[in-house]
């Protein structure tokens, strides 16, 4: 069985830093693409960044700039690391892996940037 775990969110002050990590643990086919998510209260889920399994990203243009996502891909591991955060990131951020079979989620870590 495969489970996700989304770790290192918190508290942050405007400008601050976060780094997220994705586990994965189980049997599952070779991951294609890793991507992060976000929630905002009272909105609905939007993409954050993807990452390929050679390497090449996407980003919301609203991250572009202060959010980098990369991958282990021997360790099945992902990361975000965001930088400049602002109130507007406040949200939950799930990780997903995409094989050729099926998309795995976490259950979401919290990210709250306030001063």
């Known amino acids: 069985q495969v489970q996700l775990v989304e770790s290192g969110g918190g508290l942050v002050q405007p400008g601050g830093s976060l780094r997220l990590t994705c586990t994965a643990s189980g049997s599952m086919l070779p991951v294609r693409v890793m991507a992060w998510y976000r929630q905002p209260p009272g909105k609905e889920r939007e993409s954050v960044a993807h990452?390929?399994?050679?390497?090449?990203?996407t980003y919301a243009d609203s991250v572009k700039g202060r959010f980098t996502i990369s991958r282990d891909n021997g360790k099945n591991t992902g990361y975000l690391q965001m930088n400049g955060l602002k109130p507007e990131d406040t949200a939950v951020y799930y990780c997903?892996?995409?094989?050729?079979?099926?998309?795995?989620w976490g259950q979401g870590t919290q990210v709250t940037v306030s001063s």
């Open positions: 990452i390929t399994s050679l390497g090449f990203t």
């Open positions: 997903s892996l995409t094989t050729m079979s099926r998309t795995y």
